[in-house]
């Protein structure tokens, strides 16, 4: 047994504990095995050497973080919590202005946030075509527009189109009221939010209104040659084979695409087979594009939403593994 005290007089110790002492509690369901008490600007850890040394370097890790950037959301102080890996480790602790992707509105930095979303920027870099492959939240789209944010600002391309495929996700807006444009803006609304925190809304108002930022539904891409362009295909799980393969054969010169898709949230009706996994497997091997899978893992959403794809996906292993009906088993 053995006892240390950390004090935490540099940082504000509201966002080290939280509100109502939320992220001390996720620190205690982090390190069960250890006492860990709090007393104004102190905290005591006491347990086995080798978990007190553990928590201690990252308490210390969450305490760097916090003197210089003087604020941690729950989803940064739980994946400092859980980073065993150096490339976890070395993302928190390392100071390099050469991650930041773009910088946002007042001062907001943009960066890749986890191992995967940073070999998703490495590939990107690397690769003319990219598939990004993973469950909600784990910043497939958001990495993926700061990209091509960066390459626009950076004069490597001349515009940026953002597609979708209007699929209806389990509602239905063709009678809304209002234009076209009206009805389709609900389907893109994501990529819009995702502009709104990169780029001031009256740069933003001109990129639109010169088309040198595009935000369409996928079929509007039929028939067109995609030159000097960044090229973003998000929810892709949503396109089927015919779909995919006239996206891909738009791309022109000096062109980059990323295709981003939640293989387990197709919304296409059954009758039609989503596309993704179908082009993403042909593709493999084929110089020039590259493929990453993202986990829960890289979810950077609210912390709530790891544990609910873990739900999920545990249900969804269950059914799987029940037995077949008695009569059917009877019938083999």
């Known amino acids: 047994m053995t006892e240390t005290i950390i004090n935490l007089e540099t940082v504000n110790p509201i966002e080290f504990f939280g509100v109502n ?17 709090s ?16 928590a201690k370097e990252k308490i210390e890790l969450i305490v760097q973080y916090l003197e ?6 729950e989803n940064y102080f739980e994946q400092i919590l859980g980073g065993d890996d150096a490339e976890t480790v070395d993302h928190f602790i390392e100071r390099n202005p050469n991650d930041i992707l773009v910088f946002g509105p007042n001062g907001k930095t943009v960066r890749a946030r986890t191992a995967n ?11 003319d075509i990219v598939f990004a492959i993973g469950p909600a939240g784990t910043g497939k789209t958001y990495t993926a527009v700061a990209l091509a944010v960066r390459a626009l600002k950076n004069k490597q391309v001349k515009k940026i189109i953002l597609t979708r495929p209007a699929v209806e996700a389990g509602e239905s807006l063709g009678f809304l009221p209002g234009d076209l444009k009206e009805k389709i ?14 780029i001031p809304a009256d740069k933003l108002g001109y990129y639109m209104s010169t088309r040198a930022i595009e935000i369409a539904p996928l079929a509007y891409m039929r028939g067109r040659t995609l030159d000097n ?19 891909l054969t738009r791309i022109g010169a000096n062109a980059k695409a990323i295709i981003t898709g939640d293989i387990t949230q197709v919304d296409l009706p059954r009758h ?35 544990a609910i794809l873990r739900a999920y996906e545990k249900e969804r292993n269950d059914f799987h593994k029940e037995p077949p009906p008695e009569g059917e088993q009877q019938m083999q």
């Open 272 to 306: 039609q087979k989503s596309g993704l996994q179908t082009a993403a497997r042909i593709l493999k091997n084929i110089d020039g594009i590259a493929h990453i899978e993202l986990d829960e893992d890289d979810v950077v959403r609210h912390r709530l939403v790891k």
């Open 229 to 247: 362009a960044f090229i973003i295909l998000d929810e892709a799980q949503n396109a089927t084979n015919l779909q995919l393969k006239m996206f």
């Open 117 to 127: 979303q940073k070999k998703l920027v490495h590939m990107a870099e690397r690769n």
């Open 21 to 37: 002492n939320g992220k001390l509690d996720i620190l205690k369901k982090k390190f069960p095995l250890l006492k860990i008490l």
């Open 39 to 54: 007393r104004g600007t102190q905290i005591k850890l006491s347990g086995a050497p080798e978990h007190v040394e553990n």
């Open 185 to 198: 803006d609900p389907y893109l609304r994501p990529l819009y939010d995702a502009l709104d925190d990169m």
């Open 68 to 73: 210089r950037n003087g604020h941690m959301s």
